[in-house]
């Protein structure tokens, strides 16, 4: 949508200040007009006194050195934002995202024109593998806050684990973000109790004219007082993160390890165990696997472990998901166009070991067994894991990592 004439101008203003070069194009698409209006826009600030550097052919400048903030960074301060940058456009929560963006084309307006090249080169040299794909599940984290800070009342329209739908009015507490989610501690009026939702299952939010009293408690103080008489809830989120508060809920029969982030690239199905659906998918996904030599066909593999990813759950164990068979690799050139790429990003697990025939029920075995614990699971990815205990598969042994949530 355009905006209003002076924003724009402001905006235009701004990006010329943080920006080498900007071109009409560029700046008609960002504000949503015509190149034309821009080129109106450009002679308006030229004709207030902004000296604007036309170049024909290649775009729009500031000449060095003129600032209107009064405010200037250091190289490291600089190099930090930018790091951060990178790191909080895998956010996702698009609010918090675009908020950031448009602040920190604010800041790059009053660096100088060196400053501005080596942060550009920087920017381009920075990676963060959190959020791979890029998803966008929330848009409120903004609004949240200001509530937070406001003591404001919200209505929320919310979708539970359960696919249960209601509507709350919620006093927002506090936010933490665990497994690349954000999470909301509030209390609700409706169940009279603190809850903890996930923000990405909030289907519509809505400010009230109400204000509440402080809760008058610190975060940390908040965990003391109610990890254990919260520590489930009917509410907890499809991450079931933690509402641990604080407290891992370790199940006695296995051990807890962390594992590095890596990377695989194999096969994918999407399936469900509902009505014994994955009963047929996921065989059917091995026997591709095997009968394809995928293994062998894998570029850049680091060894010959076979893994076993679920990922991208929509709930819980009984709610869909996706299944990659393949192989831990080393970098992501020459992947070829039938495979996948998946990211496993650092996180703690729950080791189960599954001794058998690993081709008939020693695995589906495990799997029951953890699904019968109360163990707090992520529901991020768990990962089976088949090496060189697992070359005779009708008498073998893998490994089954599930990701556990933690605070």
Same mark, same amino acid.
């Given at each position: 949508m355009e905006k209003p004439r002076l924003s724009r101008l402001t905006s235009i203003l701004t990006q010329l200040q943080s920006s080498k070069i900007v071109t009409a194009q560029m700046l008609a698409r960002k504000h949503g007009v015509s190149v034309r209006t821009i080129y109106r826009d450009i002679r308006t600030l030229e004709k207030s006194g902004i000296p604007v550097i036309t170049e024909v052919g290649i775009g729009y400048s500031m000449i060095d050195g003129y600032k209107l903030p009064p405010v200037m960074f250091t190289e490291d301060e600089a190099n930090a934002l930018i790091t951060a940058e990178q790191l909080i456009l895998k956010n996702k929560d698009a609010s918090f995202v675009e908020h950031y963006k448009e602040a920190i084309l604010k800041i790059k307006a009053i660096l100088k024109g060196p400053q501005k090249e080596k942060i550009d080169l920087l920017k381009n040299r920075i990676y963060f593998t959190a959020n791979y794909t890029n998803q966008t599940t929330s848009n409120y984290l903004m609004r949240i806050q200001t509530a937070i800070?406001?003591?404001?009342?919200?209505?929320?329209e919310?979708?539970?684990?359960?696919?249960?739908?209601?509507?709350?009015?919620?006093?927002?507490?506090a936010l933490y973000s665990t497994q690349e989610n954000w999470i909301l501690i509030a209390y609700c009026r409706l169940r009279e109790e603190f809850r903890a939702f996930r923000i990405d299952h909030i289907q519509n939010i809505t400010f009230t004219a109400e204000h509440f009293e402080s809760h008058d408690m610190t975060l940390e103080e908040y965990y003391k007082k109610y990890s254990e008489k919260y520590r489930t809830t009917p509410d907890i989120p499809l991450?079931?993160?933690?509402?641990?508060?604080?407290?891992?809920?370790?199940p006695k029969t296995m051990e807890h390890t962390k594992k590095n982030e890596f990377m695989v690239v194999g096969i994918t199905t999407r399936t469900s165990n509902e009505n014994d659906r994955a009963a047929t998918d996921i065989p059917t996904l091995w026997n591709r696997f095997m009968s394809e030599n995928i293994a062998n066909r894998v570029p850049n593999k680091v060894n010959g472990t076979v893994y076993a990813l679920y990922t991208d759950y929509e709930g819980d164990h009984t709610q869909p998901y996706s299944l990659t068979i393949g192989c831990e690799v080393s970098s992501l050139n020459n992947i070829p166009e039938d495979?996948?790429?998946?990211?496993?990003?650092?996180?703690?697990?729950?080791?189960?070991?599954?001794?058998?025939?690993?081709?008939?029920?020693?695995?589906?075995?495990?799997?029951?067994?953890?699904?019968?614990?109360?163990?707090?699971?992520?529901?991020? @990815?768990?990962? !089976?894991?088949?090496?060189?205990? /697992? $070359?005779?598969? @009708?008498?073998? !042994?893998?490994?089954?990592?599930? /990701? $556990?949530?933690?605070?």
């Amino acid at each position: 949508m355009e905006k209003p004439r002076l924003s724009r101008l402001t905006s235009i203003l701004t990006q010329l200040q943080s920006s080498k070069i900007v071109t009409a194009q560029m700046l008609a698409r960002k504000h949503g007009v015509s190149v034309r209006t821009i080129y109106r826009d450009i002679r308006t600030l030229e004709k207030s006194g902004i000296p604007v550097i036309t170049e024909v052919g290649i775009g729009y400048s500031m000449i060095d050195g003129y600032k209107l903030p009064p405010v200037m960074f250091t190289e490291d301060e600089a190099n930090a934002l930018i790091t951060a940058e990178q790191l909080i456009l895998k956010n996702k929560d698009a609010s918090f995202v675009e908020h950031y963006k448009e602040a920190i084309l604010k800041i790059k307006a009053i660096l100088k024109g060196p400053q501005k090249e080596k942060i550009d080169l920087l920017k381009n040299r920075i990676y963060f593998t959190a959020n791979y794909t890029n998803q966008t599940t929330s848009n409120y984290l903004m609004r949240i806050q200001t509530a937070i800070t406001d003591f404001r009342v919200l209505k929320i329209e919310y979708l539970s684990l359960n696919q249960i739908h209601t509507k709350r009015a919620i006093e927002p507490f506090a936010l933490y973000s665990t497994q690349e989610n954000w999470i909301l501690i509030a209390y609700c009026r409706l169940r009279e109790e603190f809850r903890a939702f996930r923000i990405d299952h909030i289907q519509n939010i809505t400010f009230t004219a109400e204000h509440f009293e402080s809760h008058d408690m610190t975060l940390e103080e908040y965990y003391k007082k109610y990890s254990e008489k919260y520590r489930t809830t009917p509410d907890i989120p499809l991450s079931q993160s933690a509402i641990t508060f604080g407290h891992n809920v370790k199940p006695k029969t296995m051990e807890h390890t962390k594992k590095n982030e890596f990377m695989v690239v194999g096969i994918t199905t999407r399936t469900s165990n509902e009505n014994d659906r994955a009963a047929t998918d996921i065989p059917t996904l091995w026997n591709r696997f095997m009968s394809e030599n995928i293994a062998n066909r894998v570029p850049n593999k680091v060894n010959g472990t076979v893994y076993a990813l679920y990922t991208d759950y929509e709930g819980d164990h009984t709610q869909p998901y996706s299944l990659t068979i393949g192989c831990e690799v080393s970098s992501l050139n020459n992947i070829p166009e039938d495979m996948t790429v998946k990211m496993v990003p650092t996180a703690t697990y729950a080791k189960f070991i599954s001794k058998g025939n690993l081709t008939k029920d020693a695995v589906i075995d495990t799997w029951r067994e953890i699904w019968s614990t109360d163990l707090q699971r992520a529901y991020t @990815t768990d990962i !089976e894991i088949y090496g060189e205990k /697992a $070359i005779d598969p @009708t008498n073998g !042994e893998a490994e089954i990592l599930v /990701a $556990i949530a933690s605070f």
